[in-house]
């Protein structure tokens, strides 16, 4: 089975002007959960994948980028690099939200992936 697309962040420097841009022009909800970060509800009735939007500071991956949901993100960090692909963040844990890491193809796309099942 494949890994599933499940969450999207759109990265930038001005979190203020990224949020009121995609809120207006799709009817999204933005709720901040962090300084310079917020949550995304698209209110598409179930359709499609929520998100987050991001600014305000260094991103690790700024741009576009979508999550992969994965079982063991480290086994997918060293796939990726054995593939040519190169770690840009490691598997990180945010307590009882989400682990996470980023991963940059052989031509530069920086994606995300998100280890199934919650945080730990």
Do not use: C, R
């Amino acid at each position: 089975m494949g890994a599933p697309v499940v969450h999207f962040e759109v990265n930038g420097k001005d979190y203020k002007k990224l949020t009121d841009f995609y809120s207006k022009l799709f009817g999204w909800e933005v709720h901040d959960a962090m300084p310079g970060y917020g949550l995304v509800h698209t209110q598409a009735d179930g359709k499609g994948i929520e998100g987050g939007i991001g600014g305000g500071g260094e991103s690790a991956a700024p741009g576009v980028v979508f999550y992969m949901e994965v079982d063991d993100p480290q086994k997918y960090l060293e796939q990726a690099e054995a593939l040519g692909g190169k770690v840009v963040t490691p598997v990180t844990v945010i307590p009882d939200q989400v682990t996470f890491a980023h991963i940059q193809d052989p031509e530069g796309h920086v994606v995300g992936i998100v280890k199934s099942g919650g945080s730990s």
